[in-house]
């Protein structure tokens, strides 16, 4: 409901080209989200774009298997990309962007310190109406391990 994807049609190929693209950037880093103990898929997070010349990336997630949905696995992921993105990639600051009514996706992202910094009024369309844009960040020196 919240992905902004919903807005295209996807074909095997045009999700293998979004990967394939995101494989040979050097500014996006892709990587899925797993349930180690049964070996499946359940999602992907993205580092991207990241601007080099701000120290700056933006991170976003989802989860596709609803089965694990309020497990703690989005804000385990978000902490794992982000300790990777400063302590590897030296970044200064990581912002996240979601729709304000996404409640639990700005949950995950505050659990790792992310702040709120902004609200973009009436500013993507769902469902025949325009809605709120939650803006978060969060800064190197404020991360905790």
């Known amino acids: ?33 797993f349930c180690v103990k049964k070996n499946i ?33 989005s804000s385990e992921s978000i902490k794992v990309l982000s300790n990777y993105a400063f302590n590897e990639l030296n970044l200064n600051k990581l912002t996240a962007g ?4 996404n409640t639990k996706s700005a949950r995950a992202f505050m659990k790792v310190g992310f702040k709120k910094e902004g609200l ?11 809605e709120d844009i939650l803006e978060l960040g969060l800064m190197k020196d404020d991360f905790k391990k």
């Open 41 to 73: 898929h359940i999602g992907n997070i993205k580092l991207g774009p990241i601007k080099v010349e701000h120290n700056l990336g933006s991170i976003s997630l989802f989860i596709g298997d609803k089965e694990y949905l309020g497990k703690g696995i």
């Open 1 to 33: 409901k919240f992905l902004e994807t919903r807005h295209s049609f996807h074909t095997h190929q045009t999700i293998s080209n979004f990967i394939s693209n995101c494989n040979i950037s050097v500014n996006t880093y892709l990587l899925g989200i």
């Open 120 to 130: 973009r009024i009436k500013h993507y369309k769902i469902d025949g109406s325009y």
């Open 98 to 101: 979601m729709y304000l009514k």
